[in-house]
Structures are given as structure tokens and as C-alpha cells.
């Protein structure tokens, strides 16, 4: 499984972005993609998740309410929805795919290059 991400960029405090994720495909029913972001200086952080097949998600309470996942399983795309950014969400954004598993952090096995995000205050 081979991902690709996008559609980061530099925005202002307060503005919207929405990252694809485009996988080349998702063999199975219990795949799930993750996203994760890493600040400079910081550790890699568990951002959210979803199911494609079920479209069932998952947030970390540090974005919920803002951030949002869907996807389009016509596509092999699940988008991150990044509203109401702030200057502390600046970072590398990464998706992850594994077989099978729960919608959190563990034992993703395929990953995708980052895209950055950058909220100017």
C-alpha cells in the first residue's frame, strides 16, 4: 500500500484546510488510515483515524471539534479537515495505513511523506 498526502500549506490563525490522503489501494475491510503530525523539536502525535469501509473515526481530544475525517472509498482518499487552525498546529502532517487494528495510534505499517501545515497568528 503506497499513500500520498496533500493540500498543506500556510494559512492564517483561524482558517481551514482540508489534507487527502490517497491511497493506492485498501485491500481490506479492517484497513485504517491514521493521521499523524510532528512539530519541530517534538514527537510524532496521534492525530486521528478512520475505517473506510464503516467511515467510523477517531479524534485526539487535542483537535476534536476542529478537526474532522471522511473519505471517499470510490477514490482510496480519506481527507483530514483541519478548521479553526491555530499556530500550535503547525507541523508535518503524515497518513498511515495498517490492515487491521482499533482506530488509534498503534502499529500502522504503511506511510506516506508528510505535508506541511503552517498557521501564521
Known amino acids: 500500500v503506497q499513500l500520498q498526502a496533500s493540500g498543506g500549506g500556510l494559512v492564517q490563525a483561524g482558517e481551514s484546510l482540508r489534507l487527502s490522503c490517497v491511497a493506492s489501494?485498501?485491500?481490506?475491510?479492517?484497513?485504517?488510515v491514521g493521521w499523524f503530525r510532528q512539530a519541530p523539536g517534538k514527537e510524532r502525535e496521534f492525530v486521528a483515524a478512520?475505517?473506510?469501509?464503516?467511515?467510523?473515526?477517531y479524534l485526539a481530544d487535542s483537535v476534536k471539534g476542529r478537526f474532522s475525517m471522511s473519505r471517499d472509498n470510490s477514490k482510496n482518499t480519506v481527507y483530514l479537515r483541519l478548521n479553526n487552525l491555530k499556530p500550535e498546529d503547525t507541523a508535518v502532517y503524515s497518513c498511515a495505513a495498517k490492515r487491521v487494528g482499533s482506530l488509534d495510534h498503534r502499529n500502522y505499517v504503511y506511510w506516506g511523506q508528510g505535508t506541511q501545515v503552517t498557521v501564521s497568528s
Open positions: 489501494e485498501l485491500p481490506c475491510s479492517e484497513c485504517v
Open positions: 478512520i475505517r473506510p469501509s464503516t467511515a467510523s473515526t
